[in-house]
């Protein structure tokens, strides 16, 4: 079956330009989480969607961070006015249920450069 | 702030060689989860442990878990060029519905 899909899989944007990351998760997951890895380093947690409760924030590193998730499927993490350390690799993973017993289901990423 | 602290930072060894990599943890968990990665993209989960469990295999894979010393192991026996990536360990901590991820080890296994 399909797995987690991103898009789009590279972004180059210009310091102060908006950018929005795409999230596809696996159909029927409930958990859906973004993660940011800065080269070399290991994953930062941003944020975490569970079902239709209120998604938890407290990775998020700034208010130009946000994300929605729609229908409780697709999600977009939105990072405005970009700066040039926000440059990373953006991945989002999805898993059956919001628990860290389940594995998580990852996508393949996207790599932002901020110019 | 960090849960798992991976150790050693970066691995390199033959192929036919065993690769121990460890991760340690601050506080409690309830389970432990191992994961790799290739070339900086996605995670793929390569094996969980529970805080029960004192041992668990899959395959050429051997995980421990030292609940007394808040450390666990991930041994890879018989390795292959085909193994070289990152891996990383995670752990629930105290929280419930997230997992924290450590930083990582780069294991490279030259043929």
């Known amino acids: 079956g399909a797995g987690v899909s991103q898009s789009p899989s590279n972004k180059v944007t210009e310091k102060g330009k908006d950018v929005e990351l795409r999230c596809d998760p696996i159909?029927?997951?409930?958990?859906l989480y973004w993660y940011r890895q800065s080269l070399g380093q290991g994953l930062e947690f941003l944020i975490y969607?569970?079902?239709?409760?209120?998604?938890?924030k407290s990775g998020l590193p700034s208010d130009r961070f946000s994300a929605e998730r729609t229908g409780g499927s697709v999600s977009t993490l939105t990072i405005q006015r970009t700066q040039q350390e926000d440059s990373a690799v953006y991945l989002c993973a999805s898993s059956l249920a919001g628990d860290p017993r389940f594995e998580q289901y990852f996508g393949p990423g996207t790599r932002l450069t901020v110019t | 702030s960090q849960q798992g602290e991976e150790d050693p930072q970066a691995l390199s060894i033959q192929e036919g060689e065993n690769a121990t990599m460890n991760c340690s943890y601050k506080t409690s968990i309830n389970n432990l989860q191992w994961y790799r990665q290739n070339s900086g993209r996605g995670l793929v989960h390569l094996i969980l442990?529970?805080?029960?469990?004192r041992e668990k295999h899959s395959g050429r894979l051997r995980v421990t878990l030292d609940t007394s010393k808040k450390s666990s192991s991930l041994l890879i026996t018989a390795s292959r060029a085909a193994d070289t990536a990152s891996y990383f360990c995670a752990t629930d901590g105290d929280s419930t519905d997230k997992l924290i991820f450590g930083t990582g080890t780069r294991l490279q296994v030259f043929p």
């Open positions: 969607f569970q079902g239709n409760s209120a998604p938890d």
């Open positions: 159909s029927g997951h409930t958990a």
């Open positions: 442990i529970r805080s029960n469990e």
